[in-house]
């Protein structure tokens, strides 16, 4: 019997909850996985001044903003509601005009091949998940809407550029999906956290278009388009053995 699958938070994959969301907070700021200085240490190295940075997900982050105040000026930011991007447009317009902002669906990018050397996410990609309830079972939908994100991101990067995601999936969960040939990149990933003891912690996977997939991440791809094995039966009961049988007929 096929698998039941329940939305622990179906809310998350729905325009109208979010446009909702947005039109309640105004110019109030949230922050998924924290702000852009916990990170920072692990993402400023794979950054550069001068690149053209496409923001996936802004929602009403301030990491488009961090990004430009720290000299990363060149950044477009999408969402795919037109109610967050308002805001975010009418919030920054006087601190950086400079900023992009566009109403778009993270599964059809409207930018030209090679349009970007980074592409950055944090959190966005989770969203596509909430309706898994086994994160090792993950349903072919799910699989697909991930895939068609991914490849349309690995279409707009530059060779050489790099894709960011940065999230709490951990790598048994989350390197699947992105380690498919068909992208054209390298993945690392690094552990980001707190330090203290007991702390959550979260990962920055990055992705270099234009370099090899390592072997053993291409064989974890390859398996995520696999059928699970059927269970293995239990073995039958042992017979019993002679004494056993002695004792029985003892007892009759």
Request: hydrophobic content about 40%; glycine content about 8%.
């Amino acid at each position: 019997m096929e698998r039941r699958r329940r939305a622990a938070n179906p809310q998350y994959g729905r325009r109208r909850f979010w446009d909702a969301l947005y039109q309640r907070e105004g110019a109030e700021t949230r922050e998924w996985l924290g702000g852009l200085s916990r990170f920072l240490p692990q993402l400023e190295p794979e950054l550069r001044p001068g690149d053209r940075i496409l923001v996936l997900g802004c929602g009403n982050s301030a990491l488009s903003h961090d990004l430009h105040e720290l000299g990363y000026t060149d950044v477009t930011s999408i969402d795919f509601s037109p109610a967050c991007i308002a805001a975010m447009r009418a919030r920054c317009a006087r601190c950086c005009p400079g900023l992009r902002w566009a109403v778009m669906d993270i599964r059809a990018l409207a930018f030209p091949d090679a349009s970007f050397d980074v592409v950055l996410e944090k959190g966005t990609l989770d969203v596509l998940m909430v309706e898994e309830t086994d994160p090792w079972d993950v349903s072919p939908q799910a699989a697909a809407s991930m895939r068609r994100v991914l490849a349309e991101v690995s279409r707009v990067l530059r060779p050489g550029g790099c894709f960011l995601s940065i999230t709490f999936a951990q790598p048994h969960f989350r390197k699947p999906h992105y380690a498919q040939e068909a992208f054209g990149w390298s993945l690392r990933h690094t552990a980001c956290g707190d330090g203290d003891a007991g702390a959550f912690h979260y990962f920055l996977y990055i992705m270099r278009k234009g370099q090899p997939l390592d072997p053993r991440d291409v064989a974890l791809g390859r398996r995520l388009h696999q059928p699970l094995p059927p269970p293995v039966p239990p073995p039958p009961p042992a017979p019993p053995d002679d004494d056993e049988d002695y004792l029985l007929a003892i007892q009759l």
